[in-house]
């Protein structure tokens, strides 16, 4: 079973992508996420271009990571200077990755023309450049943007511009399809002819534009390139960079190779739903492998031959990639979904109670809720279901549900004048240890007033709550077409000193939607707090 | 050049999509719109299946088809019993449609276990089929369904099903990935076998479930097919059927086959969004050559290269295809970003004014603005620069800035009780034409409420603000280290009976930041309509 190695540049080409923008929470979040699924390279940005991907490079080296190497990305030396004096070069090693990632040029026009210098600079620029960062201590990955075309207009110089990298010593060289327009055939024919060309590891990275991204990634792989470069859900610009979810689902799946880790596979449908989360961006229903309907069955003659056999009409199990199976109008969750959710608490043999609980998630999607970024709600909602349902006491280290406190009201006032910014009052009346709190905070905004208040409120019963602060916010209109009448879900991000979770509201009205998001955040916070110290 | 025939089932297979319900009207728009664009065949339905296909097949024979010859879709014979009276065959010859297009079984599995007949009854039951359908005058077209999972569990009873097809005068056999799973080297491989074993014509139709339906669709072309069916947008059950955008794009470009007729390429983009629009569905943006996206561009580096070649970033040019080259203003916006977009107003001799609006747009950037979602704000910006810009007035088109109404004040109060939807009432003062007007009104959150308080105090003044609604709401954190008292950036998409625009509004105060976007929207709407006048 050969190996490749999946190289993630959500977080760089990926922003590249309209309306995407991660914040640097964002960021390490899903550098998390991947490291778990086992990538093993994550580009995390490109240090000069702006100070959110300098403090990434700061941040990320806080994170225990266990598989993934974090890859810094920038161009080769500028022409006519010399290597040590460069400001990109400086940066990328500034960022203290053990990977860093050049990009330099392939096609003889571009070099003459858009980089206005000679051919043989151009060498010496890739070259020198490689040589450098590797001298650094770096793994250098050499990534030649717009090979094919360039390959196509002068397959000699091409090819001696990976020659310099590789001889310079980078690790690999990837062959960019940077517009995106090169057929599968044509890319596995040069894919062969440089794989048999060079000494060193070859790579592929792929974009969209005539939807073959996909087949051109595996082509080059079955041609023998080694590593694939690519985004979560294809995000990118212009028609996004390749799938890393269908590169990986086709090659382990379909052609056997050895790719992510053991047991990564069943986590792909999280995966891709996270990174859309984080991204703040709605899922694609038809997305392959993992959309929501990509199992799904409607054709009356489907659905009858599914329920006798589902390989007359589903090419792989769902569950296999994490997904699940749809009949009829059940568009909601599934029971595997819940039991795998679930598995933490040990309740797999107690059928009656996932089963109320699958019910009791039903019923809030229906109505909006979506708790792929949210698990500190669903955490809760599994603690209330289980509350009610006597029987179970099983795993002795989950806290049923009890409320650390009632609310009796609040009040939110907004007020501005002809400029400037408005004043913002909240209020909060709640029931706390059987005393009533009445409190009231300025703030900012609505939810930033509320948040103060209820603090203002609970402090002094759970002092802990110091430690908590709230680190995202994010709102999404659930039914787009009802305007600013729309229902909307809202879902916040908060962290300790050792946790973040994410917790979810939905409601017409958004100081309501965040108000349950914010009281869910407190909550599971006491939660969390009560049984770690029980351990 | 050799000629590939398109079959579109949009109306058929395509329907089968979540989501997805053609009116009978929608169904002869589209089949109009594709015989306008040289489509071979349309299916139209499966007559025995539903009377709206039924009604379908009696309408259509009323339009005056110039390129398109119309397809019955239905299921061969009934085993053991006569093609002539068989009531699916029956419904297929009423149609009255020029092409009848048979789907059959072959996996001998299937036959088997799902059919429960012999092997050789099957074979039967398509000869019997496509004879009598022949007989009656019709030209029909085999389709083989799990043609590639049939052919792998049993290579010659696949064929010889095939075979049963072409001997009873098939015009053309065509061969089903049925449930998406087959690879591009073995559809390759398996079409070419098949076109070598039969005398008559072979087709192929592909579904999504790897993201590989384009690439198989081409690959089996290159093979020896010469018909290729799918749909619009790829629309279709799990995770669609192949595009046939893509596929009509990449073999008239790419491999310079004879598809559709001359012209037809240009209006793909209006095609495929008109398909959009029939089936009431959100384009996707990111889709290959047709996209919104497809050919924007918003890395700085990018825009800068485009602005000197486009082809440095784009494989085809965008007009090729009816599509258009879009450079996004985004934090990594340059000069040359500002002058295509400022382009349409004839500003570009004056460097000062779009420095000046670049200055601007930098400066709101740096508190967290974003244009790229919204361009009615950033066409406010210009106006509102261009209004301080006293040399130039070249573009008489262009009403320079003037507020159509100056805030006095506004104030939103939410109260809510132990539990239940809060209340909200927000309300403006507006000076409007020399006029004080104070306002108020309920709604369902805070934005609602603001939303129709303003629109009560202007449509007074404004009445054609009634043709105006909001249609999408979204909100993202711009500094997220703050949490709740971070700044957060609000993009509202609005709509008339003409247009759809975007506009943004950043405040640390939500409330706020949703009245500056509300505010750009009703503007935005007021010079839009005005000019429109004037033309």
């Known amino acids: 079973m050969s190996r490749v190695s999946i190289y993630d540049t959500t977080l760089r080409d990926g ?19 991947l490291d778990e699924i086992g990538v093993e390279y994550i ?38 200077a010399p290597a040590e004096t460069d400001t990109c070069l400086k940066a990328l090693l500034d960022a203290h990755t053990p990977v860093v990632t050049i990009v330099g040029k392939t096609w003889d026009f571009h070099v003459t023309e858009v980089l206005g210098t000679t051919l043989d600079e151009n060498c010496a620029m890739i070259a020198d450049s490689v040589q450098y960062c590797k001298a ?12 094919f075309d360039g390959y196509r207009a002068n397959p000699e110089y091409a090819l001696r511009t990976l020659k310099a990298a590789a001889g310079a010593g980078a690790a690999a060289v990837i062959l960019c399809d940077t517009n995106g327009g090169t057929m599968p055939e044509r890319v596995a024919e040069v894919v062969a002819i440089v794989t048999r060309a060079l000494p060193c590891e070859v790579g592929i990275h792929c974009h969209n534009d005539c939807e073959l991204a996909v087949a051109n990634s595996l082509a080059a792989v ?30 382990a799946m379909k052609y056997k190779y050895d790719v992510l880790k053991p047991g990564s596979l069943t986590r792909l449908t999280e995966t891709s739903r996270y990174a859309y989360e984080l991204a703040n961006m709605n899922a694609r229903n038809g997305q392959p492998f993992v959309g929501h309907s990509a199992f799904a069955h409607k054709g009356g003659m489907h659905t009858h031959a599914v329920a006798k056999d589902p390989s007359t009409y589903e090419h792989i199990t769902p569950e296999a990639v994490g997904n699940e199976r749809r009949i009829l109008v059940s568009e909601l969750s599934g029971h595997s979904t819940i039991l795998s959710k679930t598995a933490k608490y040990q309740m797999n043999h107690d059928k009656a109670l996932t089963t109320k ?12 809720y979506e708790f792929e970024a949210a698990e500190a709600s669903f955490d809760l909602l599994v603690r209330k279901v289980a509350k009610d349902h006597k029987p179970w006491q099983v795993d002795k280290s989950l806290t049923l549900y009890k409320p650390w406190f009632e609310r009796i009201s609040y009040r939110v006032n907004i007020e501005a004048r002809a400029n400037g910014t408005p004043i913002t009052e909240g209020t909060v009346r709640l029931k706390v240890a059987g005393v009533v709190e009445h409190t009231a905070s300025e703030g900012d905004g609505p939810v930033n007033a509320l948040d103060g208040a209820l603090r203002k409120a609970l402090v002094r019963f759970y002092p802990r709550l110091e430690e908590m602060q709230l680190v995202d916010y994010k709102v999404r ?46 909550e599971f916070k006491l939660f969390k707090d009560v049984e770690r110290d029980q351990k």
């Open 15 to 33: 922003s590249q992508g309209e309306g995407v923008n991660f914040s640097l929470q964002d960021k390490l979040l899903l550098t998390k996420r």
């Open 43 to 80: 580009e995390g940005g490109y240090p000069l271009s702006n100070p959110k991907d300098f403090e990434y490079f700061q941040a990320v080296r806080g994170l225990d990571l266990k598989h993934a190497k974090v890859c810094a990305f920038g161009m080769t030396r500028r022409k006519n």
């Open 136 to 147: 650094q201590g770096r793994e250098v990955f050499y990534d030649a943007e717009h090979f």
């Open 222 to 251: 079955r041609a023998g390139a080694t590593q694939v470069q690519g985004t979560m859900n294809g995000i990118g610009e212009r028609c996004g960079n390749v799938d890393l979810i269908s590169v990986i689902a086709n090659l």
């Open 357 to 368: 609980i699958l019910h009791a998630v039903q019923d809030l999607e229906n109505v909006g």
């Open 477 to 522: 209109v659930v039914n787009p077409k009802a305007g600013t009448a729309a229902k909307v879900r809202v879902v916040i991000e908060s962290r300790d000193g050792t946790d973040v979770w994410g917790t979810v509201g939905v409601s017409e009205n958004i100081i309501e939607a965040s108000w349950l998001a914010l009281c869910d955040a407190i």
